[in-house]
């Protein structure tokens, strides 16, 4: 298969995700728990478990398959859940999907990334395979400062030959401070918008 018609597969299939999404935001609205969102929280705290296995859920597959941006669903599992679950269900499930994505590209390589990837981000990002301990250091940072397109940059590592050991140190040690700023940040900025 080659690369433009792989990618538009997968282009594809995260838009039928966010299709998806949207058509249950929509479903959830007319039947009542997504009326508000304090009808949404109370709807999913009243599932018990079933609410934040769900949720950590969706994060792992919004790491591999972007349905949703994370920052979006990261800034929702704190409004959901409160700051320290929320961000104990983010951080487990971005961690889990993290390695997942680490796992799929190391397995594959870098020919899959350069299927599921646009052109001008592969091309800008690919380069820094060639450039060794430097590109570790550069991961180090983008898993650290938010916004950087860490999902990607996973699958680099994975790509890179990275060993897993160092990959998991990096990403438990400077994911939390990130994700910590990125959903509290959003969450107010949703909570001032959703009143």
């Known amino acids: ?3 433009i018609r792989f990618r538009n597969w997968f282009n594809l299939l995260s838009l039928a995700g966010l299709v998806g999404t949207l ?4 479903y959830g609205y ?3 728990p997504v009326a508000s969102f304090e009808a949404l929280r109370s709807f999913i705290l009243r599932t018990g478990v079933w609410g934040p296995l769900v949720f950590v859920l969706i994060q792992i597959i919004q790491v591999i398959i972007p349905i949703l941006p994370g920052g979006i669903s990261s800034a929702y599992g704190v409004l959901l859940f409160g700051t320290a679950y929320g961000f104990v269900y983010n951080y487990i499930g971005i961690v889990i999907g993290s390695l997942l994505a ?3 590209a190391r397995h594959l390589g870098k020919a899959f990334l350069e299927k599921i990837t646009p052109g001008k981000i592969y091309q800008k990002y690919i380069g820094w395979l060639d450039k060794g301990k430097w590109f570790e250091r ?3 940072l983008g898993i650290l400062l938010p916004g950087a397109p860490d999902d990607f940059l996973c699958m680099l590592a994975g790509a890179s030959g990275m060993k897993l050991k160092k990959f998991m140190v ?5 994911k939390p401070g990130a994700l910590f700023l ?4 959003l ?3 949703m909570g001032l918008i959703t009143g």
């Open 1 to 3: 298969m080659g690369v």
């Open 23 to 26: 058509g249950l935001c929509v």
């Open 30 to 32: 007319m039947a009542g």
């Open 102 to 104: 680490y796992l799929l």
């Open 138 to 140: 550069m991961f180090a």
């Open 170 to 174: 990096i990403l438990i040690l400077c």
């Open 182 to 185: 990125y959903s509290v940040s």
């Open 187 to 189: 969450s107010g900025a």
